[in-house]
């Protein structure tokens, strides 16, 4: 089941992460900023995050958040699936259940944020398999040799809309 993330997932959720390998010490530290801010303020302001929660066994979360001063346009801040449980469809479910969300709110478009190392050529592939363009990229904005690869999604109009699930 995907449902809200509640101040009882931080924990685990913050060591699902870490324990993927993918995230650097200071992502791993400003994720548990997030979710402190999350609960704090930010859930209030409009962010989302939710869990994918297996009876009580937490596999992973998304979190997306409006871009503030634009028309509708949002960021995918994270997705996270716990390393045992990849490529069995959950991150897919995940992005699919944001996406179903922004539709009903109304979104424009859902901007992804990712790096251009090696270690996340699956992640990227993970976009472009869910329907995302490479949109652009900011050549040694991590580091020298480290771009940021922005991918976008833009949603259709309003009439176009399925069925809340
Ligand atoms: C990227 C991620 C969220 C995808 O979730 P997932 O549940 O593994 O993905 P799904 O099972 O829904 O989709 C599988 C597809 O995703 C891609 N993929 C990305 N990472 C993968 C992984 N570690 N293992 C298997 N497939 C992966 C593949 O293209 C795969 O399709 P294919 O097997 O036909 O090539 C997840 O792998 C993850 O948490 N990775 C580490 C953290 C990360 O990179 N997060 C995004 C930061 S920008």
């Known amino acids: 089941m995907i449902r809200p993330t509640t101040p009882l997932d931080a924990d685990r959720l913050v060591e699902l992460t870490a ?45 997306y958040a409006p871009a503030p001063m634009s028309d509708r346009a949002w960021h995918l801040w994270w997705i996270v699936v716990g390393a045992e449980h990849h490529g069995k469809g959950i991150g897919s479910q995940l992005l699919h259940h944001a996406e179903n969300e922004l539709r009903q709110r109304e979104a424009r478009v859902l901007f992804i944020e990712t790096s251009s190392q090696p270690r996340y050529e699956p992640t990227r592939r993970f976009y472009v398999k869910q329907g995302y363009e490479q949109h652009a990229v900011l050549r040694d904005f991590y580091s020298t040799g480290d771009d940021l690869v922005v991918f976008r999604k833009l949603f259709g109009p309003v009439s176009d809309l399925s069925p809340p699930l």
């Open 19 to 63: 324990a993927t390998g993918y995230f650097r010490p200071v992502e791993i530290k400003a994720l548990r900023e997030v979710f402190d801010d999350y609960f704090r303020e930010e859930q209030a302001a409009g962010h989302r995050c939710v869990t994918v929660d297996k009876d009580g066994e937490l596999l992973g979360f998304a979190y």
